[in-house]
């Protein structure tokens, strides 16, 4: 099969997914702008009309833009807690800029010999701007405007690592499976998005040109509805429904995925609650923030991160056992929370070599590497770089290996460059599928520097005293599931595209927990 | 009637652009302000429609306070044409001439004939320029729809700003024509500025010649030539003119027609061919009955040429 046709294949298959993506990229997106607008134009104009405090005023949104947009929706979650609002914030907050400045300008340009003859004919202030300056500037608006909206629709990709959902899901899945397809799933319509948008726009630039500034009211009204309906319906369709929720999340990728796909299809089937799930809600900090803001009721987190990220403290032992108490402890002492009983398989880190790497060195361990530390290029991901003890300023410390060229990158692209020969080592996790599927070796650390990684539900405590029947649910799941049987379904998930809900309920079924289905 | 009573204007900054002037502009009157850039001409006629407020003194429009109406319906009174002509280019011709109509309410067919009758009077047709945009006109025919405008409205006075200086030598000598043409007709009330005292000659009733904030005199054409008040009006009148192109309408015409009828547009060197190849001694004004002879003519540049002299042994 050709590339082209995987690709259009995989499009018949999730088209469900796409067509959730894309209406909610289209949602954001829409919200996002309307609001820009309606703070950006009149800003602008007051702006124009005033003079005084524009360079200020403009220079602080020029501020705005030149946050990280991930940081910005990260800074914004201790306030407004997870989903699409810190996502519209943070949207809307990108288009002041382009608009605010195109409008100031616009309205600015406008001649003063136009605006004298508009005075001096017994215009009133409004007249002068709706007849005059607003149409004369509409041009200039519009272009900022247009700005603004490509900026939007771009970066709102990067929104999903918030919960926000919208293209960035499936890109955020490509990237985390090294998926090309998927990527490309998110990043095509996104792209076409953009191109809508903009040819919408312009087409009402055009119609409006003259006096008439009516069409620009047709398309913010349809905008307006557009976004206002569905969500009005749904707010009545909504009603009534009466079963009590719990939220559960997991953080990017096919595993926590699979593992609250186990604890929603075990509390549902033993209680009347529903269970609703965040997926692929970014990185440890973003999942974190989230539960003690209760946007989420728990999510699906290891021993060995709790420990040193999130108590910041080193690991007392490296016994599984010991190290579930310190954490469990810890957390809940520090944070309120609690942690229910782990599995059994470990996901902790490992530094993972090609195969071709190890039969030509033959390194077995960690302490193998440092023979060669000359000679090696190591990449690895951000978090990895910067955890102190268990991270590769531990390995520094503890090994004493200091590798010659050492790259930080995205945890999906690091297994690709491992492969393509970029570099010669990588920091993994010990289930990750990319392991099976590139025959990685994980190399053993002979010195114990990485702090066991259990899996377990973390939860906050006043749920579990709302929900007492949840520690026991969730608890069957204690002692279960091994390293091979979790590499498989992460491999089943990442590499077949499987459902991670299906994948999840096979497992429980197979394990006994789950009746087999009426078949 | 237009009425200045110790009016004065300065700014914030402390400059002083008018000092206590006192004037009447008579309704029908053809107002023209003059002198150099600076001496607070323009500033004094845009205290008229209150784009600038007077700090003193009181302007009143047929009697009553400017500031005692609505300052939107003051204007709506009053129309304006600017030296850059600002004609909206988001509008049409048609457009930009319904402005003020649909501001004071007037209902749709009512402007419609409005903008057919003033198009004709100026001489554009309406069915080829009702809907063009002002950019595919030339200028000439923009500061046309630029007066058209202003007087769309049928306002009782009519504010003019060098409405002609940016204008081409010939359209500009038209539109003066044009103008002079159309006072005539509908006797409006008329303050133009201007700093050519050519123009100024040629269209003005009377002439307040200003300087520095104040008015130094305000007289006819003719009377200004023959008795400037001071050296400053003198030489602003000698440099700007010879008494030869000036138009008969500079003189103090005497009563009754007599000779052949010549429009009161034409220069005095114009005239005295046309008196020398029809071997007449005196010519009867267009629409009039009052006549010019040729020892006015005469007398009149003689007056200058005295002056000239007069300046030369100073």
């Avoid at chain 2, 054409?221 to 400037?228: G, K, M, Q, R, W």
Wanted: hydrophobic share 45%; net charge negative; glycine share 8%.
């Amino acid at each position: 099969m050709t590339n082209i046709e995987t690709f259009f294949q995989l499009l018949r298959e999730r088209s469900d997914l796409l067509t959730t993506a894309l209406w909610q990229h289209i949602e954001m997106s829409l919200i996002s702008l309307l609001i820009a607008v309606f703070i950006a134009v009149p800003l602008g104009i007051f702006l124009a009309m005033y003079k005084k405090g524009a360079e200020p005023v403009i220079g602080t949104t020029a501020v705005i833009q030149t946050i990280p947009s991930l940081a910005l929706l990260g800074f914004l979650i201790p306030f407004v807690g997870i989903g699409t609002t810190p996502a519209i914030i943070a949207l809307s907050a990108y288009a002041l800029m382009p608009i605010l400045r195109n409008t100031y300008t616009g309205v600015k340009g406008v001649d003063p010999a136009l605006a004298e003859a508009a005075r001096g004919m017994g215009m009133t202030y409004q007249q002068q701007l709706m007849k005059v300056q607003l149409p004369l500037a509409m041009p200039t608006i519009m272009a900022g405007i247009r700005t603004g909206m490509v900026l939007i629709v771009g970066t709102a990709t990067l929104a999903a690592l918030v919960g926000a959902g919208g293209l960035g899901d499936l890109i955020m899945t490509g990237l985390n499976r090294s998926n090309n397809y998927y990527i490309l799933m998110g990043a095509i319509p996104a792209a076409l998005l953009a191109l809508l948008f903009d040819a919408v726009l312009r087409m009402t630039e055009k119609r409006s040109s003259g006096s008439s500034i009516r069409p620009i009211f047709a398309v913010v009204t349809a905008a307006i509805l557009l976004v206002a309906v569905p969500n009005v319906y749904q707010a009545f369709d909504g009603r009534g429904g009466g079963a009590e929720e719990i939220t559960l999340a997991g953080k990017l990728g096919a595993e926590p995925e699979i593992i609250i796909n186990m604890y929603k299809l075990l509390i549902e089937e033993e209680t009347n609650y529903e269970v609703v799930l965040e997926e692929g809600l970014g990185q440890t900090d973003i999942v974190f923030q989230a539960l003690l803001n209760e946007d989420i009721d728990g999510y699906f987190e290891f021993t060995g991160t709790a420990i040193t990220n999130l108590l910041n403290e080193e690991p007392v032992s490296n016994d599984e056992e010991e190290a579930f108490i310190q954490a469990r402890d810890g957390m809940f002492d520090e944070y309120g929370l609690v942690f229910l009983e782990p599995m059994a398989y470990q996901n902790t880190y490992a530094l993972a070599v090609t195969e071709e790497l190890q039969e030509e060195t033959g390194v077995e361990t960690i302490s193998d590497l440092t023979s060669f530390e000359d000679e090696l290029t190591a990449a690895f991901t951000f978090e990895f770089f910067d955890r102190t003890s268990d991270g590769y300023p531990g390995i520094q410390e503890v090994y004493g290996l200091d590798i010659a060229d050492v790259q930080t990158m995205d945890p999906g692209l690091r297994s690709e460059a491992l492969v393509a020969g970029d570099v010669d080592v990588i920091d993994a996790y010990s289930t990750d599928s990319y392991m099976i599927r590139y025959n990685l070796i994980a190399l053993e650390d002979d010195e114990n520097v990485f702090p066991p990684f259990n899996g377990a539900p973390l939860l906050r405590e006043d749920v579990l005293i709302d929900y007492p029947e949840l520690e026991p649910i969730l608890n069957q799941l204690g002692g279960m599931i091994s390293e091979e049987e979790m590499m498989e379904m992460n491999y089943e998930v990442d590499e077949n595209d499987a459902d991670a809900s299906a994948v999840a309920e096979n497992y429980l079924v197979e394990a006994g927990l789950l009746p087999a289905n009426g078949e | 009637m237009i009425e200045f009573n110790q009016v004065s204007k300065a700014f914030p900054d402390g400059t002083k652009a008018v000092s206590g002037s006192s004037f009447i502009v008579d309704k029908g009157e053809f107002f023209v302000l003059i002198g150099p850039s600076g001496c607070g001409k323009t500033t004094t006629m845009k205290m008229i429609n209150r784009l600038i407020d007077a700090s003193e003194g009181t302007i009143s429009i047929n009697g009553s306070d400017i500031r005692s109406k609505n300052i939107h319906k003051l204007r709506w009174e009053i129309g304006y044409v600017l030296q850059q002509i600002a004609l909206f280019p988001h509008m049409t011709i048609a457009e930009n001439i319904a402005i003020v109509p649909e501001l004071k309410g007037w209902d749709k067919n009512t402007v419609s004939d409005r903008i057919d009758e003033l198009l004709q009077m100026v001489g554009l047709d309406p069915a080829t320029y009702r809907d063009r945009m002002p950019a595919e006109l030339s200028g000439g025919q923009q500061q046309r729809i630029g007066v058209v405008r202003a007087l769309a409205g049928d306002p009782d006075i009519l504010l003019m700003d060098e409405p002609f200086s940016a204008l081409d030598p010939i359209s500009r000598s038209q539109l003066q024509r044009d103008i002079a043409k159309l006072q005539q007709e509908i006797q409006k009330t008329i303050v133009f500025v201007t700093h050519d005292m050519e123009e100024a000659l040629q269209l003005g009733d009377r002439i307040a010649v200003m300087k520095e904030g104040e008015i130094i005199q305000i007289a006819s054409p003719s009377e200004l030539i023959a008795n400037p008040a001071d050296e400053f009006v003198a030489s602003f009148i000698g440099k700007k003119t010879s008494p030869w192109d000036m138009t008969l309408e500079a003189i103090d015409a005497s009563p009754e027609a007599a000779g052949p009828s010549i429009s009161r547009h034409t220069t005095i060197r114009e005239a005295f061919h046309i008196m020398k190849e029809k071997n007449v001694s005196s010519l009867s004004l267009d629409q009039s009955d009052q006549h010019v002879s040729l020892e006015m003519l005469t007398g009149f540049v003689q007056q200058f040429t005295d002056h000239d002299r007069g300046e030369g042994v100073k």
